[in-house]
């Protein structure tokens, strides 16, 4: 495939459980700087795309390009390692380990074995931790077990867990699952800070919350992008319409 | 002073420092030496259930097959302990003089060439921990790579120990076949059976073991302590954090065979022969109970009930030899189901507390209550009041 100057190149992806098709020819780019916003009915094939971008999933057939690089049959750590970032749909943390554990843990050094035994929480990783606790609004709750956080405070933990890493594409699967309205704002706004300097791509139902951060937004129908382009001309497009309000 | 006991408490050394005592001062001083060369029997088992909490405990990854790796151990300390006592003056009646017993009675001939390293004892001694671990690396790769967890991996372990007793038993020539080895005797000179060396070996298999706890202790304060609970919380998240999750579990899985082969090793030295019976699937299972009731997080707990189960068996096979594997499963059944963190649990939970009430009680001033839950941040102050936790599955 050709070479291109998107953060992330997918070409002709497909995959297939047992003959039916969750992605199916699928074609995206997404652009350095960019936050993308995935829509679109449940069974569309979102959630799968993100498995098979971050490795979760094996794809059929098809390519996925990082900064050039192809992604398909690397593992899911090295694809990690590139800059690869995945929040999960249901927050995925370490409940039984404190907030400044589960950031600790995050942070990219010492991964190896060896590199694990020698690793030494330095000044260097302990603000680090402290400023991505303030980002998200954890500052405050550093030590308590992170099990015990409110449902949204759980959402924005794992979103600091992978900017402790930062990861040159960031991938959230419905990070306002389960918030109040004011946590989504929050959310909104620290999202909007966050995507400086690397790309997004965001799954979410919210429409509010969708015209509120994306960039751009792709609409997704069995397995296919049905349509591509800014809020505005994507909420007024026909075809999408018919998909969400049905025949 | 203060400081010091927190620091203790903190690091989890204080419990180290009273299993200690116990087994340095309290029992040699307290005990005769057959009694005392029974515990340290004990304490050769004490070694794989402290590997188990670290690979069950802590790794999350249950083995059914860790005899195996004291088995090796084992048998790598008790084929230089069997060269040394095969000598040809004291083999001078065998029709081949000079080569292990069994062998003779087998009509081997001469010395099998993997048999000719473990003259050395330094070979022997790298072999103790080498050997289960390279096996341990072999079978955790093959494992681990694919996914293989849970249920699987313990049956394949239980799989594993199937076949090593099956095979030392049926090279009956190579291995002493169901008997073992039997009537070590010295080492590099020195007799293993008398009641000065048994002291000696007391003391060093002690030395082993704290060495061996302290070694876990500080795996489990280092970040790889810190990935293997994250890793049995959320494995994928590990994984999506660009960790190389099986090579952890591998990593574990080879730590907790050395440490088993060590206390092999000890076995033999102390009890003076290895046969096949602490390899196979029941001598396995039986040492998943003593971490068990020990208490799978607790390492100190884990040599606390292999203590405890083998004064037990012991006291009960010479009492009541019928009822004594009902006793074994009933402990078994009745840990798992009521005390599910063993003696360690009980302690942290019921007696700590009990302690602690009781020693802050004479004090006018009640210690200072923990915050019970944090302030919530202030960004979070004016949100809403965070919804319900979706039901854990």
Redesign the interface.
């Known amino acids: 495939m050709s070479n291109t100057d998107f953060a992330l190149a997918v070409e002709d992806l497909s995959v297939s459980f047992d003959g039916f098709k969750a992605i199916d020819d699928l074609t995206l780019y997404v652009d350095k700087d960019e936050l993308r916003v995935i829509i679109g009915p449940n069974g569309a094939g979102k959630t799968t795309l993100l498995d098979l971008i971050?490795g979760?999933t094996k794809a059929t057939s098809g390519s996925i390009k990082f900064k050039n690089e192809e992604l398909t049959g690397v593992?899911?750590?090295l694809r990690?390692?590139k800059g690869i970032?995945?929040k999960?749909q249901?927050p995925?943390?370490?409940?039984?380990?404190s907030v400044f554990?589960n950031l600790?843990?995050?942070y990219?050094e010492?991964?190896?074995?060896l590199g694990?035994?020698r690793?030494k929480c330095t000044t260097a990783v302990k603000e680090r931790v402290q400023a991505v606790a303030q980002e998200i609004?954890?500052?405050?709750?550093l030590?308590?077990e992170a099990g015990?956080l409110?449902?949204?405070?759980k959402q924005w933990l794992?979103i600091g867990?992978l900017l402790m890493?930062d990861p040159e594409l960031l991938m959230l699967d419905e990070p306002i699952a389960?918030?109040?309205?004011?946590?989504r704002e929050?959310t909104a706004e620290l999202l909007k800070r966050i995507c400086v300097g690397r790309s997004v791509i965001v799954i979410e139902h919210d429409m509010d919350f969708v015209a509120q951060i994306a960039h751009k937004v792709t609409v997704m129908h069995q397995g296919k992008i049905l349509a591509e382009g800014s809020m505005e001309a994507v909420q007024s497009n026909p075809k999408v319409i018919d998909v969400y309000l049905g025949h | 002073m203060n400081n010091l006991r927190q620091w203790f408490s903190k690091s989890g050394l204080g419990s180290v420092v009273l299993l200690a005592i116990l087994l340095v001062a309290v029992f040699p001083l307290t005990l005769d030496i057959f009694r005392l060369n029974l515990i340290g029997k004990y304490l050769c088992y004490a070694f794989v259930a402290v590997g188990l909490v670290m690979l069950w405990g802590w790794g999350g990854v249950l083995s059914l097959g860790q005899g195996v790796f004291f088995g090796l151990g084992g048998y790598a300390m008790a084929m230089f302990l069997k060269l040394e006592a095969s000598d040809p003056e004291s083999t001078k009646i065998q029709t081949t003089p000079g080569i292990p017993d069994f062998m003779d009675w087998n009509q081997i001939t001469a010395l099998p060439t993997w048999w000719e390293p473990f003259k050395h004892l330094p070979f022997s001694l790298i072999a103790v921990l080498a050997v289960p671990a390279v096996l341990a690396f072999i079978v955790g790769f093959a494992m681990f790579k694919r996914r293989v967890g849970g249920v699987y991996f313990a049956i394949i372990t239980q799989a594993v120990a199937l076949i090593l007793t099956v095979l030392i038993i049926g090279q009956q020539g190579y291995t002493g076949g169901v008997n073992g080895m039997t009537d070590l005797k010295t080492m590099l000179g020195w007799d293993i059976r008398t009641d000065s060396a048994k002291y000696i070996l007391y003391f060093v298999c002690v030395g082993l073991l704290l060495a061996s706890v302290l070694l876990c202790l500080w795996i489990q304060k280092s970040k790889v302590g810190t990935l293997l609970l994250a890793m049995r919380d959320k494995e994928d998240r590990v994984r999506f954090s660009g960790y190389d999750v099986s090579m952890f579990k591998v990593f574990v899985f080879c730590l907790a065979a050395a440490i088993s082969g060590i206390g092999g090793a000890m076995f033999a030295l102390q009890v003076g022969f290895m046969s096949p019976s602490f390899v196979g699937i029941v001598p396995s299972i039986e040492m998943v109970i003593f971490a068990a009731v020990g208490g799978r997080m607790s390492l100190v707990g884990a040599v606390y009930g292999a203590l405890l189960v083998n004064f037990g068996k012991t006291y009960f096979s010479e009492t009541f030899p019928d009822l004594w594997m009902f006793c074994m499963a009933a402990l078994f059944i009745g840990v798992t189901m009521f005390f599910p963190d063993g003696l360690a649990g009980l302690y942290q939970s019921k007696l700590k507390p009990w302690l602690t009430r009781s020693r802050s009680a004479p004090k006018a001033q009640p210690p200072a209550a923990p915050p019970a839950r944090p302030a919530e941040s202030p960004r979070m102050a004016d949100s809403a009041p965070p919804t319900a936790k979706p039901a854990q599955a």
Do not use: W
């Not at chain 1, 609004?137 to 709750?141: K, W, Y």
């Open positions: 971050c979760k593992e899911e750590y990690v390692r970032g995945r999960f249901t995925s943390i370490y409940e039984n380990l554990k600790e843990v995050s990219p010492g991964r190896s074995v694990a035994l690793f609004g954890l500052g405050d709750v030590e308590m015990l409110s449902h949204g405070q794992e867990m890493q389960g918030m109040s309205a004011r946590e929050l």
